[in-house]
């Protein structure tokens, strides 16, 4: 029971241009979304972040959306640059007796092409 | 810089034998996390710390166990690893309240011969 979910494992986009991370999630319960950025041999990066009671969350060149009826969240990564090929994760968090839990997607690769 | 550390980076052991992992951080975060990573696979919670308070997911196996000696220092044991073992185990930390992210090491990768 996969209760977030990357759909596509790869995304190759030209610098320059917008990138699009999808995740959908299906426990309404999550109240706060995250992005982390993983690069080869080095642990989760936090990229940025949402709660639930906003859809829009702007930080420099990434903006994350949540569409909360139809359980969906984007990453945009507006211009993208080589420096941003990773692998990026989206995650889900509840919280269950004072303590945050959270469930991660599988991940997608991104690949910016110069 | 405050950061989590996680030693070994690479761990390779042998098919039932005993296996730890650490991890340490200089946050002073009183919240610290275990999970398993396969590969191309989600990270998985496998327990975490509040403090002293040990908390297991419902899916870790018995196999998994985890020691908190200190804020700084925390622990994974891998009792008798096997094939299916092998991945790369990530520690994180927060510092509970609000919301707010987790801090993750770089992960030790783990080979079970």
């Known amino acids: 029971d996969q209760q977030v979910k990357q759909n596509s494992p790869s995304l190759s986009v030209q610098e320059g241009r917008i990138s699009i991370l999808n995740c959908d999630y299906t426990n309404s319960m999550f109240d706060y979304f995250l992005w982390y950025k993983k690069y080869p041999a080095e642990g989760p990066t936090f990229l940025i972040s949402?709660?639930?009671?906003?859809d829009k969350n702007e930080d420099g060149r990434f903006t994350v959306f949540l569409n909360k009826s139809a359980k969906h969240l984007s990453l945009h990564i507006v211009p993208s640059q080589p420096g941003d090929s990773a692998v990026y994760f989206c995650a889900a968090s509840s919280f269950l007796q004072g303590a945050q839990k959270l469930v991660f997607g599988q991940g997608t690769r991104l690949t910016i092409n110069p | 810089d405050a950061m989590v550390i996680q030693n070994p980076r690479y761990q390779v052991t042998q098919f039932g034998k005993p296996v730890t992992l650490s991890c340490s951080q200089t946050?002073?975060?009183?919240?610290m996390y275990w999970y398993q990573q396969k590969s191309s696979q989600a990270p998985k919670l496998l327990f975490h710390y509040y403090d002293k308070d040990f908390n297991n997911e419902a899916d870790t196996p018995d196999n998994f166990q985890s020691r908190r000696p200190n804020t700084s220092f925390c622990f994974l044991d891998i009792r008798s690893p096997g094939l299916g073992d092998a991945a790369m185990y990530l520690c994180?930390?927060?510092?509970?309240?609000?919301?707010?992210?987790?801090?993750f090491g770089p992960g030790t990768r783990l080979t079970v011969l």
């Open positions: 994180a930390t927060r510092i509970a309240g609000g919301y707010n992210e987790q801090f």
């Open positions: 949402i709660s639930s009671i906003k």
């Open positions: 946050l002073n975060h009183n919240v």
